[in-house]
């Protein structure tokens, strides 16, 4: 069966952080949006986010006829669906819940409507198990904050057809994002792979008191972050071996991988290491609201993705490759 990928309405279940992102983005590129959460008051907190983001995606551009006023809140999963080319979940990473939610909206939505999961490491294979028309169910992770980065990991499951795969890659093109398909659906898919390890280690020096919150969130945003938007550890490395490249880095720095630079188990959450780090944390924080780091997260965001742009066309290249 074909499915719609010209999307003009888009439906979000989970208003929370990373579904708020979800309509943020949609409102931007001028769809109509229709949005359900149970809990109280989440219009009114959605509402609030939206408005926090948009001056970031002003500074991005609008698409013609996008407006916050387009955004609907609903009562029911059903009416949130019923009429929606896209449906996009963001509901709690519980899979008895999104079991549960999956057969409630795939039964009442269009059968040629892609459904999406922001789940950020179950997998579809489970939690579509009482889907309806479970084909055109996939995983499209996204990453924080939804409205501004690029990457979405999509991930079908043992009934996902090839055609949901591709039709799913181009609606979340037209989005704005840079899907990239999990081949394998493992738990954790690529990209939350890699970023637990570093939050693992994180935790260890933490742990270990080699170093504070502070000192770790330096030795990132100063350093491997700043390249990280813009060149792989792979290609990184690769220039890191000189002209010889990467065999040359392999035979140098190889061995190194035998040395106990890391611990692969996560450390025990004691009350300790939780009270230490969030003690940290709240030290990095100072006076600063969240709302407030959100909207410098968001400046400083774009202008690193506008420079990254500038300097990609500069060299030939377009900002996808
Ligand atoms: N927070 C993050 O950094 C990221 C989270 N994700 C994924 O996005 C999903 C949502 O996570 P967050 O937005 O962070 O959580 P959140 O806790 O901020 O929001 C979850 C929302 O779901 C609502 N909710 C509760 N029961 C529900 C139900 N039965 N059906 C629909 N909605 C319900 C809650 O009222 C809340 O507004 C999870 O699957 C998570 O793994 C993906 C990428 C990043
Ligand atoms: C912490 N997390 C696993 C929910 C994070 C993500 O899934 C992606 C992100 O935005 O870092």
Same mark, same amino acid.
């Given at each position: 069966m074909p499915f719609i990928t010209d999307i003009k309405t888009f439906a979000a279940l989970g208003s929370g952080v990373i579904g708020s992102g979800w309509v943020a983005r949609a409102l931007a590129h001028g769809l109509d949006v229709v949005a359900w959460d149970p809990a109280p008051g989440a219009e009114v907190a959605l509402r609030k986010r939206i408005a926090n983001a948009w001056p970031a995606l002003q500074k991005q551009g609008l698409a013609p006829g996008a407006s916050q006023d387009r955004l609907r809140f609903v009562p029911t999963i059903e009416e949130c669906v019923r009429d929606a080319d896209f449906i996009q979940e963001s509901a709690p990473e519980r899979l008895d819940l999104k079991l549960d939610l999956h057969a409630?909206?795939?039964?009442?939505?269009?059968?040629?409507?892609?459904?999406?999961?922001?789940?950020?490491?179950? +997998? %579809?294979?489970?939690f579509y198990e009482s889907a309806t028309h479970p084909e055109r169910c996939v995983v499209g992770h996204p990453f924080n904050p939804v409205y501004l980065l690029p990457l979405v990991e999509i991930v079908g499951g043992r009934k996902t057809s090839p055609e949901a795969i591709e039709a799913a890659k181009s609606i979340y093109t037209s989005l704005g994002m840079r899907p990239l398909h999990v081949r394998k659906e493992v738990p954790g898919f690529i990209a939350d792979r890699l970023?637990?390890?570093?939050?693992?280690?994180?935790?260890?020096?933490?742990?270990?008191?080699?170093?504070?919150?502070?000192?770790?969130?330096?030795?990132?945003?100063?350093?491997a972050g700043l390249r990280w938007s813009f060149m792989g550890t792979f290609l990184t490395y690769t220039l890191a071996g000189g002209?010889?490249?990467m065999r040359h880095f392999m035979a140098q720095f190889g061995p190194a991988l035998k040395l106990p630079w890391?611990? +692969? %188990?996560?450390?025990?959450?004691?009350?300790?290491?939780?009270d230490d780090v969030v003690e940290g944390t709240s030290e990095q924080l100072g006076e600063h609201s969240i709302a407030a780091l959100e909207r410098y997260r968001d400046d400083t965001l774009l202008a690193v993705l506008e420079a990254v742009k500038t300097s990609k066309a500069k060299h030939g290249m377009a900002f996808s490759d």
């Open positions: 409630k909206i795939s039964a009442a939505a269009k059968p040629d409507a892609i459904i999406g999961s922001s789940t950020s490491g179950l +997998l %579809p294979s489970e970023l637990e390890a570093l939050w693992r280690e994180a935790l260890h020096l933490v742990n270990d008191g080699v170093a504070s919150t502070g000192e770790i969130d330096d030795a990132i945003r100063f350093g002209d010889a490249g890391t611990y +692969l %188990p996560a450390p025990e959450l004691t009350d300790k290491l939780i």
